[in-house]
């Protein structure tokens, strides 16, 4: 059972500005990811269950997380159909993300006030789910649209509030461009928590890399 209803989910979302994004097969390595982006200042961390047996993995990190770092806020991500997600909530998960919209996860995750933040490429599809009673949308892929999508949005829609997940980095010319077209936070992968970093274990880095990420998001909002 999900320890976050879908309105707090959202609102540290909103409060950090950004989602990590993570998969890795290794419990162990995984929860040492956990721990640098939590101690990095992290409060949500995407677990994007695209391996077998993912949800084993899911299942122990999500244990970890409760135990070992309060206030992290775990969801799952590249969720296809209701059952699924319906599977991932009975292990935990405080937010389902998916790469297109379905009406069937929208309906399985709202019963259980659990956030869900579907991908969305139109205008017409973020509509549709906000009508769903979507809290925030993933834009994605978020190097196809870019900022300016966004921001045209934004003009005639100010109360969407969008994630881009996919053409995000840690430069700042980067987070600026997309903050300063209206997001409400970006969702960052491999740019954050890279295959170097991973290969090399290199948590020290990691954690670097996500306070400097967070500390420039603050910044950029201020201004």
């Not at 799952?76 to 319906?86: K, R």
């Not at 995000?168 to 970006?186: I, M, P, Q, R």
């Not at 948590?203 to 996500?210: C, D, I, P, S, T």
Request: glycine residues 10%; neutral net charge; aromatic residues 8%.
């Amino acid at each position: 059972m999900a320890q976050y209803s879908r309105l707090e989910v959202a609102a540290v979302m909103k409060e950090t500005g950004m989602v990590p994004l993570f998969y890795h097969p290794d419990i162990e390595l995984g929860k040492n990811v956990m721990k640098a982006c939590y101690d990095g200042g992290a409060r949500l961390m995407e677990f994007t269950a695209r391996g077998d047996f993912a949800f084993e993995v899911f299942l122990e990190l999500n244990k970890f997380s409760i135990k070992e770092l309060p206030g992290m806020i775990m969801g799952v991500g590249s969720i296809t159909d209701a059952a699924a997600a319906s599977f991932y909530m009975q292990m935990g998960a405080n937010f389902i993300v998916t790469p297109s919209l379905r009406e069937d996860i929208a309906i399985a995750c709202n019963r259980r006030k659990v956030l869900w933040s579907p991908g969305c490429g139109s205008l017409a599809e973020i509509n549709r789910a906000e009508e769903l009673g979507c809290e925030i949308i993933k834009l994605f892929p978020g190097s196809t649209y870019g900022p300016g999508f966004v921001k045209a949005i934004k003009g005639p829609q100010p109360w969407t509030s969008v994630m881009p997940t996919g053409g995000v980095s840690t430069e700042e010319s980067n987070l600026k461009g997309w903050f300063d077209a209206g997001v409400t936070c970006v969702g960052m992968g491999s740019q954050l928590i890279s295959k170097d970093i991973l290969a090399n274990k290199d948590y020290v880095a990691l954690e670097k890399k996500v306070s400097d990420a967070l500390a420039l998001i603050k910044k950029i909002r201020s201004n």
